[in-house]
T-cell receptor
């Protein structure tokens, strides 16, 4: 079945350092979404990437979707303590309203 | 985006009992999803709740253990039946909504139900 692998599982950085998490799918995705879950909270939708090679930015966050639509990355520039949380990628297959396949998440810790 | 009201937010239950979790959405949505999340783990899809028909369950999850109702396009319930300590987890509902910012659908989650079975 479809799988989405995400690395690293944990990342500890000092405030001001950059952070990147990577996702890789075993099959071609129709789109990929990114979510952030704060400790004790629920996943919150960040962004959706649809097009091959797409790059989107949200302030210090840069999201990329690979040319083959099988991999994606989230890069945070100059991390802040407010970036703490677990970042999940979630891939979707061909169906418009189909299920999401979640990666295992990357838990980001930022030291002040 | 759709707003989901999920309750209860947490509960402590005796083994062998059942708990029903409710999700109310502020707009009509075609598909609702039920997830389970163990502490520090990713989200595992339990089933997709379809309005007017039986839910579609993922491998490892069965209707007798996790019966789901979807009486209309704004409401769904998940029951965790005959609970054991292994059922202790966070249960989340999710809906797809049409995203105005980009093609396709975004997904929003309820705030979750933290279940502890003793």
């Amino acid at each position: 079945g479809q799988q989405v692998m995400q690395i690293p599982q944990y990342q500890h950085v000092q405030e001001g350092e950059d952070f990147t998490t990577y996702c890789n799918s075993s099959t071609t995705l129709s789109n990929i979404q990114w979510y952030k879950q704060r400790p004790g909270g629920h996943p919150v939708f960040l962004i959706q990437l649809v097009k091959s090679g797409e790059v989107k930015k949200q302030k210090r966050l840069t999201f990329q979707f690979g040319e083959a639509k099988k991999n994606s990355s989230l890069h945070i520039t100059a991390t802040q303590t407010t970036d703490v949380g677990t970042y999940f990628c979630a891939g979707k297959g061909g169906s418009t309203l189909g299920r999401l396949y979640f990666g295992r998440g990357t838990q980001l810790t930022v030291w002040p | 985006s759709a707003v989901i009201s999920q309750k209860p937010s947490r509960d402590i239950c005796q083994r062998g009992t059942s708990l029903t979790i409710q999700c109310q959405v502020d707009s009509q949505v075609t598909m609702m999803f039920w997830y389970r999340q163990q502490p520090g783990q990713s989200l595992t899809l339990i089933a997709t709740a379809n309005q007017g028909s039986e839910a579609t369950y993922e491998s490892g999850f069965v209707i007798d253990k996790f019966p789901i109702s979807r009486p209309n396009l704004t409401f769904s319930t998940l029951t965790v039946s005959n609970m054991s300590p292994e059922d202790s987890s966070i249960y989340l509902c999710s809906v797809a909504y049409r995203s105005g910012r980009s093609p396709g659908y975004g997904y929003t989650f309820g705030s979750g139900t933290r279940l502890t079975v003793v």
